[in-house]
């Protein structure tokens, strides 16, 4: 099935994305708009996108010691895609948006992922204004934010240094108020910020005319050292060149220096870099009387909210950082299941096998025919199917959150803390291994760079390690999400979960799989409790990784037996054959997938300690 | 612990390596000539491979349209191996060779496999010459064996074609007998051959003077048409040079054309080419009386054994060219444990977690101190350690077949039958798992082209397809070795892990994991039965690879178990950190590992027809 045949199953046939329209907020809406929208994603990103995937994976960006070049086709696909006005989508209609509800810009936003990942960072604008509107004072909102939904500006996340990354608490860079000018310009208020920041995607280019970095640093207490600890971090705007009030260019460069390039396994259309704050390389002269000149002043920088609340205003934005990370890895999937399957297709390769074995005087089959091929192709379609689902459903949970009446409000967002370290690491290993299934399909020819499968398994290995690597979400999940409000949110999540199982047992076709279901929710649940049974959390914590692996296919199962809901009452007798296939993927990850959580659990109920109490030395 | 001690451990206190030099062929050897051979070639890979590991990925050879260019450091490290003697080593004394026994050459090979997996292809020179020490003739052995022995010339292995990769059968390569000289002149039956031969590792180059092609092709029946299937088969020595039977370089160039250089993910230090036999680039003239002239003439092979047993002849040395994938795969899998390992006592991220979470006041950790950081290190340690000793035991179980009393001949030839399919599947699968945790605990550097480990994990993702996919391998493991004679292999094989689960029971600390490898082989045996309950190979290969799964990670327990029993025999008080890590690694894969089995055995079990019967427009 196509992915936009796919996206709009899902969204409108399972999720109800229509029933939206009639909240206030999209009232302007309808089945026609979102169309729309996803009608000009997908011609863009057909257009624009997909065909230069191969050229920004080989023609990397070069830094000629000034300025940052990439290749045409990245501008023309930038440009393509502010021209859509999909960078304000969701946004208020008086900050130029549409109003577009996010379920819809996050499957809208899919088919850009699909076509090339790297190409742009178009995400990161987003999310660097929406912290902006969100935590940022009007005037920020109308300079920063403003101009990056407008698409004259792009924005970046600096949350990473070179010596802390998973523990941002380390962070060192500094930021001072700038002498006299303390209480600020109209921007806000002003600081001098001087430290590294690693990993920056888009830290610099001249796809635009000017970049807006969102950095954490770290104001120094009243003993003049950095306040240890999360508590002491705080969030500046640092634009790469000066602006005023109106969002001119007034003011020259600001003292943001790109001090190199990382030079990746993946993801190679993306610009990615190291950057130096306040190194002198463009210094900038203090204000009158702010005692400060030349190199040694710092980065300009205005904080955003309060001091001390800077990881609080980028949590804030996670939820939806994750997601996207999840959709990214889900559609590096679904793009190597799509390429695959064309290729298992079309290529002949052995013959049928008779009652003697191979039969060589009968005509060579299509790989397709083959039961591994097969397999690995529904295994794929399983993953990356699923994924986009749980995915959606998240999205969908972000409008609750936003638009829907209080207690659902507060529902979704309960689930949404749950759900969202699942969101963001399943994708990320299974839709990778979807990839590997994908190449494997290929044989020889998937090792070569002549197809696409081997830069998509490239490109996906990413999405294990940022925004929160793996290890980071279990923790997350099993220390922090599931004990959270009194274990409220994983109550929350086991009753969707059984309303799910109670509608599945009255189906014929899906009795025996909601009884699976169930028994594997009992078994996450009584794993939950042996895990934290002696209150330790280093007991608990030290299989956190299998437990997330077990819970995140507890969750793909439940959705997909919600989605095989979805399919039997619209398609009773299945006579679509896509509805076939959903049916086939649900059956494979109830048949293949789902029994793999007890090995996982296993170690977790038992605070297995192999791995933890290992002396160093023996390694 | 270092991949030497690693190594000499299950050598020499396990395997019981130099129990062999009682044996007559290996008479002159000694504990001190064995370790002469391991600190050769440990030195010329740290000087001569490891540095230029990184080099060979970054300058792919290029096609000048005439030659093949390639680094120095890649002529370099050759001459260094072939002065070695190593390309000989396990030959008899009167061809140069050492009568090293092949489990010492596979271990002192495995250096070169760590260090630089691609920058050589050395064994595919010594599994050419094997090939025609075993099928060709006298002369042909002293022409060409020899040659590629004592370095002079490179050998390679031309089986797949473009449009035939797994299915050999279907290959179009055609060999007619040259004319009048179809009895031959001196270096056998001449034959001229047309077709193109694709995935041709170190197909061309000017490493050596010559490259000796062994070349799959099929002679015409009398009808003039290729015979259908792989009866139709026969082997080819086909010279890059032409050659006299002195071995001289005397008749110019073959008509063997290098159409073009594969570009690939990884193992990119190989040259790996497209070959165009006979297409008429280097036109060699008929000789007198052939009849044939000019361009259409076809390169000049030499057949090897009888027509029609090309296969059986490739077949034969199958086992080691599969072993020595599986070595590949798991000094890659070692390389990457050995880097995060260092990576993560050195490391410095986060902050020891306290009663009340993280204390911000205590110093930094290393990231081996985080529990899941461990149990990465020992995923990776279990993998890879159990796989190098599956590995060496299929090696020593080689010189068995070679040199042991004949009951113990026919006994090594069967298990080898059976282990095989593991040996090459087995690491590929999981080593390749090994090299992405390994990225994972380097985080975000992991990810860059500044550390090694993702070079090793786009290196290995090859092994899983060449000499035989996954697929092909669980083919063979369920669909052939099994069943043959009888079931006969099986249960040999069930016998040993018998011997060793009775052993281990006699042991506290192992009864345990006894008693748990007992159960885990009971459901193999049940599974395979039950898969062939009806007799329909449809039905019971429809989940092959879930079954090689599961037989793998069954037989590699007890390779664990028996190395434990080793350990404890030699320091049951677990005196040394180096026993302790193998005792851990052992715990490692009996909690977290066997217990994967049953999901995979489930669908065995039940001959699920899931992936095999969707139909394809559902896909």
């Not at 796919?6 to 409108?12: A, K, S």
């Not at 002498?179 to 806000?188: K, M, P, Q, V």
């Not at 793996?470 to 220390?479: C, N, S, V, Y």
Request: a negative charge.
């Amino acid at each position: 099935m196509s992915l936009r045949s796919t996206l709009e199953f899902l969204l409108y046939d399972w999720l109800q994305a229509e029933s939206l329209t009639a909240r206030e907020r999209f009232g302007d809406h309808s089945r026609e708009t979102f169309d729309a929208v996803l009608d000009t994603c997908e011609r863009i990103a057909r257009e624009k996108y997909a065909p230069f995937n191969r050229t920004v994976d080989t023609q990397e960006p070069q830094f000629d010691g000034e300025k940052v070049i990439l290749p045409q086709c990245t501008y023309d696909a930038r440009q393509a895609y502010a021209d859509s006005g999909m960078l304000s989508a969701a946004q208020d209609y008086k900050m130029g948006g549409m109003q577009l509800p996010y379920t819809v810009e996050a499957a809208a936003n899919s088919f850009f992922a699909a076509a090339s990942i790297s190409i742009g960072s178009n995400m990161l604008t987003s999310g660097n204004a929406n912290a902006i509107m969100a935590h940022g004072s009007k005037m920020q909102q109308q300079v920063f934010a403003a101009n990056e939904f407008n698409g004259r500006w792009a924005g970046t996340m600096c949350l990473s240094e070179p010596q802390a990354g998973s523990s941002l608490s380390d962070i060192s860079t500094r930021a001072e108020p700038d002498g006299a000018d303390f209480e600020g310009d109209a921007l806000g208020p002003r600081y001098r910020l001087k430290g590294n920041k690693m990993w920056i995607s888009s830290g610099d280019h001249e796809l635009t005319e000017n970049i807006v970095h969102l950095v954490l640093a770290k104001i120094p207490g009243p003993d003049g050292k950095p306040v240890l600890g999360v508590k002491g971090i705080s969030l500046f705007i640092v634009p790469k060149k000066l602006v005023d009030a109106e969002g001119r260019l007034t003011g020259g460069r600001n003292d943001v220096a790109l001090a190199g390039l990382n030079h990746k396994l993946g993801w190679r259309g993306t610009t990615n870099t190291l950057l130096n704050f306040g190194e002198g390389k463009y210094p900038v002269r203090g204000s009158a009387g702010a005692g400060l000149d030349g190199a040694g002043g710092g980065a300009i920088g205005y904080l955003v909210g309060k001091p001390g609340e800077g990881l609080k205003c980028m949590f804030h934005m996670m939820n939806e950082a994750r997601i996207s990370i999840g959709m990214a890895a889900t559609m590096l999937g679904l793009a190597g299941y799509h390429a695959s399957l064309e290729y298992a297709q079309n290529r002949p390769q052995g013959r049928p096998t008779g009652a003697g074995g191979k039969d060589a005087t009968r005509p060579q089959s299509r790989i397709i025919e083959h039961a591994d091929v097969r397999r690995m192709l529904l295994a794929q379609k399983s993953y990356g199917e699923g994924a986009l689902a749980l995915n959606l459903f998240c999205a969908r949970l972000v409008d609750e959150q936003h638009t829907g009446a209080p207690e659902a409000v507060d529902e979704a967002r309960l689930l949404l803390e749950v759900l969202t370290p699942i969101a963001k690491s399943w994708p990320s290993e299974f839709c990778l291994e979807a990839n590997s299934l994908a190449i494997q399909i290929h044989g020889g020819y998937g090792y070569t760079r002549d197809f696409p499968v081997e830069q998509y398994w490239r490109d996906n290995r990413l999405n294990m390690i940022h925004e929160g690597t793996h290890g980071i979400q279990a923790m997350d999940l099993l220390g922090r999400k599931v004990l959270m409000e009194g274990g409220r949110g994983l109550q929350l999540l086991a009753g969707r979960i059984d309303s799910t199982i109670e509608k599945a047992m009255r189906h014929e076709m899906l009795a025996a799989y909601a009884k699976q279901l169930a028994a594997a929710l009992a078994e996450v649940g009584a794993a939950t409790k042996a895990a934290w049974a002696t209150g330790e959390a280093q007991e608990a914590l030290a299989n956190a990784v299998p437990y997330m692996q077990a819970f995140g296919h507890v969750v793909l199962a439940w959705t997909w037996l919600d989605v095989a809901l979805a399919v039997l009452e619209r398609d009773a007798s299945l006579s679509m054959a896509a509805n076939v296939g959903r049916m086939g993927a649900m059956r494979y990850f109830f048949h293949y997938e789902l029994p793999r959580i007890s090995a996982w659990l296993n170690v977790v109920r038992q605070r297995d300690m192999t791995c933890a109490q290992l002396p160093e030395s023996a390694f």
